[in-house]
């Protein structure tokens, strides 16, 4: 077997195994809904800590998952991954190496956007591109630049902001009044 299939090889069980945990982690979040609360909690954070340490292993031995290396699916799979891993030195690392894999064009510049506002509102700073939203109130966390915020996230390829909030509080008004 040759070095370039092995490699492809890694990359295919690489990009298998992160979309395998970020489904098991979404199946153990639809069944939480009819588990006992705390047991669904604890099963959910059992799983982003299992993840978030795999997917710490799998960069140390390859570095940030790209779309280039495994494919956009799996790079996804990756950035849901880290941003629900319950480690902020995993995501500020992983934060610099997603910026540099954007700069090499070989990810989605989004995904740096959702992991540098993520870092800045888990450090209590204000975040860039607003795709942080309080749950609490439906508003974003605070905003660097508020008046220029709809055009870095054209940059990296998000619509407006005041379209996604009132998407997002539409999507909910089924529930209520918010």
Known sequence: ??????????????????VRRIEKEN???????SAPAALGRHRIARCREDNGQALRAM???????TADLVGEPASTAALMILLHAP??????????????????????????A????????????PQFYGTRINPGTLHPYPIRHPQT?????????????????RALRGDLGAFGEL
């Open 114 to 125: 959702y992991i540098a506002d993520h870092c800045a509102v888990e450090l209590g700073q």
């Open 149 to 165: 915020v709809d055009e870095r996230r054209l940059d990296v390829g998000l619509g407006p902001l005041g379209d996604h909030l």
């Open 59 to 65: 960069v140390a031995r390859h570095g940030w998952p």
């Open 87 to 112: 480690d902020l030195g995993l995501q500020l690392m992983c934060r610099d190496l997603i910026a540099e894999a954007v700069a090499d064009g070989a990810c989605p510049a989004v995904h740096h």
């Open 27 to 33: 199946r153990l979040a639809r069944e939480a809904r």
């Open 1 to 18: 077997m040759g070095h370039e299939q092995a490699g492809s090889m890694r990359e295919v069980a690489l990009a298998a195994e992160l």
